[in-house]
């Protein structure tokens, strides 16, 4: 038999190869450490496509958790931010958003102000007295009555005192916080009240017209918008000559002067707006008076704004005293008439008449 016969084929051989290394390749990727050195440089410098896709994922999956608990503050203690960096540790707001550096300070301001402060006991209980200082900027004056006596002001009310439990230290140059009626509710305020008045209401549109704002020393503002007719009694004896005087008082409803003194403010304690004009009336001017007045409860300190309203005779020159002499000099024409002029006599009569 020729020897060239016997011998198997490349492909064959190659087939062989093949077939008996295939298991070694499984075997091998399969085990922990990766197979022999061989064929682990084999895997490495070409690996299948979704082998290196799985390998990518779960690298980026522990980069991420890494990266997130990182930045996540601990139980134990939580990571406070640097000055002037965002607050971007993954510290969730309550609805739903990130608060900055800034806001979340402000806010631990907030709270722990609420937390140390009983709204029930007035600043420096059992030493002092609290002064509250008092502006009123009047914005309209209408409806000036000689029927009831009264009138009705809409004015911006603001009163100043100081609670040093409400003092903090100031944040990145932020030392004021102006807050809405939250915060009003929260903390004590005078229990201010109108003696004279008839009745009043705040006003509530788009919001409840008031704030409150707390500087780091803690100096309170508090400023609310009303609406108030107040009673004015009025002497009418020299009318319409006459010069009437309406007063607008303030007082605390519960504290003596043992514990709360108003004062008007000494920085234009009582303005009135530009635009404030009436029909009967123009306003002279305006006083302030500071006093004690003595109750059967106790001695009560008592602010008032007297507001000098001076009748527009004019309006009732045109109004009264013309018409009126007008129809006193018709009636005279009767007079030189002759006396067979029934016609004529009955007429004027009759225009005086409808003039009444």
């Given at each position: 038999m020729d020897s060239s016969t016997c011998r198997p084929s490349p492909l064959y051989v190659l087939h062989v190869i093949v077939f008996l290394l295939w298991p070694v390749l499984l075997l091998?990727?399969?085990?922990?450490?990766?197979g022999p050195p061989l064929l682990e440089m084999s895997i490495a410098s070409s690996p299948p496509p979704h082998f290196q896709q799985s390998l990518e994922h779960a690298y980026r999956q522990q980069y991420e958790s890494a990266t997130f608990s990182a930045e996540l503050p601990?139980?134990?203690?939580?990571?406070?931010?640097?000055?002037?960096e965002q607050y971007n540790k993954q510290k969730q707001h309550p609805a739903g958003v990130y608060n900055t550096n800034l806001e979340y300070n402000m806010t631990r301001v907030l709270n722990a102000l609420i937390a140390s402060h009983d709204r029930r006991i007035r600043p420096d209980f059992g030493g002092a007295p609290t002064i509250v200082n008092v502006t009123a900027h009047v914005i309209t004056i209408s409806a000036i009555s000689e029927v009831s006596m009264d009138y009705t002001v809409d004015l911006y009310l603001r009163q100043f005192w100081h609670d040093k439990r409400l003092a903090f230290t100031a944040i990145k140059?932020?030392?004021n916080l102006t807050v809405g009626i939250d915060m009003v509710k929260s903390i004590w305020t005078p229990d201010t009240f109108f003696p004279n008045e008839k009745k009043s209401y705040f006003h509530e549109t788009t919001s409840h017209n008031s704030f409150l704002r707390i500087d780091s020393n803690g100096n309170v503002i508090r400023s609310i918008r009303l609406t108030v007719t107040a009673n004015c009694p009025m002497g009418l004896h020299t009318f319409p000559l006459d010069v009437q005087v309406c007063a607008l008082e303030i007082e605390s409803y519960g504290y003596s002067t043992s514990d709360i003194i108003y004062h008007w403010h000494p920085n234009k304690p009582v303005t009135i707006d530009d635009d404030v004009h009436l029909a009967h009336f123009t306003i002279g001017?305006?006083?302030?008076?500071?006093?004690?007045?003595?109750?059967?409860?106790?001695?009560?300190?008592?602010?008032t704004a007297s507001f000098t309203f001076k009748r527009n005779l004019g309006f009732y020159l045109i109004q009264i005293y013309f018409p009126s002499s007008l129809i006193v000099v018709i009636s005279w024409v009767s007079f030189f008439l002759n006396r067979e002029a029934t016609q004529a006599r009955v007429t004027i009569g009759k225009i005086i008449k409808i003039k009444k």
């Open positions: 091998s990727m399969s085990l922990p450490d990766g601990s139980n134990a203690e939580e990571k406070q931010p640097k000055d002037g140059g932020h030392d001017g305006h006083y302030q008076v500071e006093r004690t007045i003595s109750l059967s409860t106790g001695n009560y300190s008592r602010l």
